[in-house]
């Protein structure tokens, strides 16, 4: 199984803020990785697929990028929609695997 | 735009078998386009991935569930439902079904199911 490891998994920032996360997996499987938000309650959003491409819908504000065992979720200045929980996850192989998560929330 | 939407028993007993059922709208699930997923998150916890099915049937399921799982697709109805047996209370947890389209993620999600696995 591909282990997908998030860092950090609490992030305190402000509006406006240019925020990152991290998400590093234990074998290369260049750029099937997702991006997800998700919201108290609610099912998980997609932002991004493959590393980098931006989903119809999605703000700009947000971009991906990385390969290999190495990708990065910025979020260029920070919304007060934002304040989430975000996911990475593989889809290079089954078992599709997640990282632990990294909840964004409002210094 | 396709909608997703899980249905099924909210409380499982411990040893039962939990069911639930995804019923797919606003498109076919039989489209060669399409795999559908299910996913789990237990409360306060992350989101793992449980299989998905093709439209053919073709399965593919996570080996580290400790419950055996089953993935089928009813395409007379447009809906695929998974099983979960001999469920214990760490198989407590919201369900979520999702459509994953060729090769890209999981884009459409059903509002998810709290299922609960208690006497």
């Known amino acids: 199984d591909i282990q997908m490891t998030q860092s950090p998994s609490t992030l305190s920032a402000s509006v406006g803020d240019r925020v990152t996360i991290t998400c590093r997996a234990s074998q290369s499987f260049s750029s099937w990785l997702a991006w997800y938000q998700q919201k108290p309650g609610k099912a998980p959003k997609l932002l991004i697929y493959k590393a980098s491409n931006l989903e119809s819908g999605v703000p700009s504000r947000f971009s991906g990028s990385g390969s290999g065992t190495e990708f990065t979720l910025t979020i260029s200045s920070l919304q007060h929609d934002d304040f989430a929980t975000y996911y990475c996850?593989?889809?290079?192989?089954?078992?599709?695997?997640f990282g632990q998560g990294t909840n964004l929330e409002i210094k | 735009q396709q909608q997703l939407q899980e249905s099924g028993p909210g409380l499982v007993k411990p040893s039962e078998t939990l069911s639930l059922t995804c019923t797919v709208s606003?498109?076919?699930?039989?489209?060669?386009?399409?795999?559908w997923g299910w996913f789990r998150q237990p409360p306060g916890k992350g989101l793992e991935w449980i299989g998905s099915?093709?439209?053919?049937?073709?399965?593919y399921y996570n080996p580290s569930l400790k419950s055996p799982v089953t993935i089928s697709v009813d395409t007379s109805k447009n809906q695929f439902s998974l099983k979960l047996s001999s469920v214990t209370a760490a198989d407590t947890a919201v369900y979520y079904c999702a459509r994953q389209l060729g090769a890209r993620p999981f884009d459409h999600w059903g509002q998810g199911t709290l299922v609960t696995v208690s006497s």
């Open positions: 099915i093709y439209y053919s049937g073709s399965t």
């Open positions: 996850q593989q889809y290079y192989s089954y078992p599709y695997t």
């Open positions: 606003g498109g076919s699930i039989s489209s060669s386009s399409y795999y």
